[in-house]
């Protein structure tokens, strides 16, 4: 059996979003279309790939295996691509990759390691932008990629697609004041002395925009512009910290446990440009990684490691805030 590209797309697609029609939008076709695509592959397999409901649809067996495979198949497809078109083409743009702060930390850097090691002709530039500048950037075709926090994207007209947990969470060094703890609100978070980004930083506007003018007065015993530092200040006990679980390594030394607010649970989104016809491989090759490394797992609800000899030095590496690989 044949398998055209563009349905393995389609199929991908339609798994992701859970309904025939987000497949659809994505592909830029029509929903008759799309069900007649899906119609004509399931006849061609043999097997029905997909279970269909009153609130969308899900893989069967056949359909995930086919799911599994057309995911290798369309990254083996950029991958060559890439390769023949290195010798009959001059060096192609970079791709273009925005992201807010914490994702600039595990989740871009894990799919960035992964996306240009299978891709050695394919460049990427990175750029740190809050929200709504990633969407504006996008809406005006001028990036292809954007990772956003679902809270700042509704309603934005872009195609999105959800990447992963981005909540805010509580840490402090391990056995210290959060031991046995599960949660906090904020305050009493804010009865200890804590650590924060600078007042510039979007995870900090994005604390004081929704704490209001109400709110407890916490003492800051420092602040720092790194993501990284502010994790490593917590493990070292210099105080509490509230960052976005995705920050921080689940193998790290640190007590962590709920921000119980309700504007402290978020998602990590995928937004994709606003540029006419199907998505360029390379960009659908980047997704897909963008997607696996947002499926990694995160930091646990509580953690009580006290070997606090492993936090001599703990500063990882992070993605710069403008970072052009391949150059």
């Known amino acids: 059996m044949r398998y055209d590209l563009d349905d393995l797309r389609l199929f991908l697609g339609i798994v992701a979003e859970g309904t025939i029609t987000g497949g659809a939008r994505r592909m830029h076709l029509s929903l008759p279309s799309a069900s007649a695509r899906v ?42 691509d890439s390769a023949v078109a290195s010798h009959t083409r001059p060096p192609a743009a970079p791709l273009t ?22 891709h050695p002709d394919i460049d990427v530039t990175v750029s740190e932008r809050r929200t709504p500048g990633t969407l504006r950037l996008l809406a005006d075709g001028e990036a292809d990629l954007g990772v956003v926090v679902d809270a700042e994207a509704r309603d934005c007209g872009l195609v999105t697609e959800v990447l992963g947990d981005d909540s805010l969470v509580v840490i402090g060094q ?8 599960s949660g906090l609100t904020y305050s009493e978070v804010a009865e200890h002395p804590l650590v924060g980004l600078d007042s510039g930083s979007s995870l900090r506007r994005w604390i004081e925009k929704h704490l209001g003018p109400r709110a407890p007065v916490a003492r800051h015993r420092t ?19 509230v960052v976005p679980r995705r920050a921080v390594d689940p193998d790290h030394p640190l007590d962590v446990c709920e921000l119980r607010e309700p504007w402290a649970r978020r ?7 606003a540029k006419e016809g199907p998505p360029a491989p390379a960009v659908e090759a980047l997704a897909e990684h963008l997607r696996r490394a947002g499926a990694q ?3 646990p609800r509580t953690s009580h490691t006290v070997d606090k000899s492993a936090v001599s030095d703990p500063f990882p590496t992070a993605v710069p805030r403008s970072y052009r690989s391949g150059s």
Do not use: K, M
Not at 97 to 116: D, E, H, K, N
Not at 223 to 241: E, F, K, P, R, S
Not at 267 to 273: D, N, P, Q
């Open 97 to 118: 990759l925005l992201c807010g702060g914490s994702a600039r930390y595990r989740l871009v850097p894990q799919a960035l390691v992964t996306f240009l090691r299978a």
């Open 174 to 181: 391990a056995g210290g004041a959060l031991a046995g703890r």
């Open 297 to 299: 797992p995160t930091a």
């Open 39 to 80: 119609r004509a592959l399931e006849h061609h397999a043999g097997v029905e790939l997909l279970i269909r409901g009153r609130r969308g649809v899900r893989p069967t067996p056949a359909g995930a295996t086919l799911a599994r495979h057309a995911r290798d198949v369309l990254d083996r497809t950029a991958r060559l």
């Open 267 to 273: 998602r990590h989104l995928l937004a994709r440009g």
């Open 223 to 241: 602040t720092v512009a790194d993501l990284n530092v502010l994790v490593a200040l917590a493990a070292a006990g210099v105080g509490l910290a």
